[in-house]
């Protein structure tokens, strides 16, 4: 796809989707009676699990048909080559057709089959290396090669262990020991990652399918210009509050980064934003929406299976680690307004309470689904009625009522924006399967640990850097569960909380798609804006540094629980204080401006203050208080700066 120069934006809904498309994996849109039967296919799918959100399905069949789901319809909707993103080959049919086999021999003889993991058949070793096989293609054409390759990098440990050095070594495993693993248990292809996207994810891509035929995205939008637009920095602020609203129920960074940034963009440069900072600010806005309740990403169901706690838990900890990425966000661009002289803008929008009277039931999403789960709902329960609310609450209104037509599409996205995920989770459960079968993520825990001396905070910055560089290469989702195997058991071992060693985990993964050399997000924003790709990811790391030592302050010391509302209301309170001066303090040293322009002795000074304040005990706080007082002084006594550069 050509990306569209400076100035010249998507005008369309299905130029965005392309602009999308092009950074998350293109797919096929074919019309005609293949079309129609494809999009009736991934409605079948939607109503499916939504019908067995209320049936009492076992659990391994459910999971199968999900994968069977997924498979099918990835060959279709995925071109396996750039000349076959037109129309779908011979070959796609043949792999569809295949994939209903090998997930459909499953159910021949379902109680026979269970119980031979330990001695599968030669039609199990057949299905299996089958299924195997077509998870890794489909992985290709909908994930990418890097993770294709990490996954056959796994399979081949799992066959090479005898001939490996120490501390890599392991008996080895044959065909048919791998394959009773990860085909016929739920230790492998049908373990934790697949039971997540078969449950959780695809709900909630049903639902943000749901609100966004209903017209909520413009709303939030619409609202957010509304609310903020009336200041210096409005432009700036509408953009962050815009994709906070609007990236929950879709739980993309870069359809959200897209979406507002079409509508955004030409405000940002009137006020004075250049094309790098104003694709860096839309791409920070829009990955903070992937670690935003209600509705976090998808690595957050995960934590909450791995972990064996409801997903309401996990919404509650993810609540003040949210406020202060967007607080560091909001602070970079007051910083900004003073440093670059931003020119004021007048949006026009609507009044916000006048639009608020005509659409309030689109803002239930932010709570409707909480609310349920507070009311005892599981989180499955939890989404399942929050779609049915949102489905009838659209006929409030003509211009948002889901009418048959609007219904089925939603339904058919819904299905359609799972397609990649699942797959990855599906490879990613061949990884976790490896792991468990070969003891790896014990070893590399120790080796982990051991590098790192045992000193835990150089165990947090090695973890960072991994995390970092497999999120280079590989999805959150992928990262996080790579991660989950390998990082917190270390972590774990050196006394931090498990739930803050996941939490850690889910906050770098995420902050992975942000980071230079290859950050999505950055990328998709330099697309629209025609600014340089990796100046704007590196404006985008500027917006979100800050953010990126949260996830060190819960872990670091017990008292950093209080970050997770995980302690006494006394230290919660506490810690949340000392952070946002801490935040304030290192956002005013890495954007250079407090009272005026810094020297680059003051911004040090700053950096390292916060930094201390940022720490979750006590001790250091008045050292840093000295540190920002000292600078504070020095600037109101010493001439100020020119106000711009």
Known sequence: MTEPPAGQLPKSAAELEELVESFEGKTRHPTGLLGRAITAALVVMSLYHLWATTANVVTQIHRTIHLLFVLVLTFLVYPGWKGAARRIHPTDVVLSLASAAALGYVFVDFEGFIYRAVVPTTWDLVFGVLTILLILEATRRSVGNALLVVVGGFILYAFAGPWLPAPWTHRGYDVARLVGQLYMTLEGIFG??????????????????????????????DLAFALTGRRRTGAGQAVTVASFLLGGPSGSGVATTVTVGAIAYPL?????????????????????????????????????????????????????????????????????????????????????????????????????????????????????????????????????????????????????????????????????????????????????????????????????IALWVLGLA????????????????????????????????????????????????????AAL??????????????????????????????????????????????????????????????????????????RIVLIIAGILFIYPTSSPDFIAAVMVAAVVAFQTLTKPAPQTQ
């Open 529 to 602: 804006t025609g600014g340089n790709p990796f100046k704007t990811m590196l404006m985008a790391w500027k917006y979100t540094l800050p953010a990126f030592i949260v996830p060190f302050m819960f872990t670091v010391h017990p008292d950093g629980m209080g970050l997770l509302l995980q302690a006494p209301a006394a230290d919660v309170i506490r810690v949340s204080i000392t952070s946002i001066i801490g935040l304030a303090t290192v956002a005013a040293g890495i954007n250079g401006w407090l009272l005026r322009k810094t020297t680059l002795l003051e």
């Open 268 to 464: 940002l440069q009137k006020a004075g934003y250049d094309r790098e900072s104003a694709g860096g600010l839309l791409s920070a806005g829009g990955i903070g929406a992937v670690i935003s309740p209600p509705i976090l990403g998808a690595a957050a169901f995960l934590i909450a299976e791995i972990l064996k706690i409801t997903y309401l838990q996990v919404l509650v900890m993810a609540i003040i680690p949210t406020i202060l990425y967007y607080l560091s966000i909001f602070l970079m661009i007051e910083l900004d307004a003073r440093r670059f002289g931003l020119r004021f803008v007048e949006i026009e929008t609507r009044n916000p309470w006048l639009l608020t009277r005509q659409y309030w039931y689109l803002l239930t999403s932010l709570i409707v689904i909480p609310a349920f789960m507070v009311v005892g709902f599981t989180a499955i329960k939890a989404v399942f009625w929050a779609t049915i609310v949102a489905w009838a609450a659209s006929y409030l209104r003509r211009d948002t009522s889901l009418r048959p037509h609007k219904l089925v599409t939603a339904l058919a996205n819904g299905s359609r924006q799972i397609l990649n995920i699942a797959v990855t989770t599906a490879a990613a459960g061949i990884i976790v399967g490896v792991v468990n079968l070969t003891g790896l993520g014990l070893r590399l825990s120790d080796i982990i640990i051991g590098f790192a001396g045992g000193n835990l905070i150089l165990t947090l910055i090695y973890s960072a």
């Open 474 to 525: 590989l999805p959150i989702t992928a990262t996080y569960i790579i991660a989950a195997v390998i990082v917190a058991p270390a972590l774990i071992k050196l006394g931090v909380s498990e739930l803050a060693a996941h939490m850690f985990i889910f906050y770098y993964a995420v902050l992975s798609e942000v980071s230079p050399p290859v950050g999505l997000s950055p990328m998709a924003a």
């Open 192 to 221: 934790v990652p697949i039971a997540v996207s078969s449950t959780f994810i695809i709900l909630f891509t049903i639902y943000g399918a749901f609100l966004d035929q209903s017209g909520a995205g413009k709303f939030f939008v």
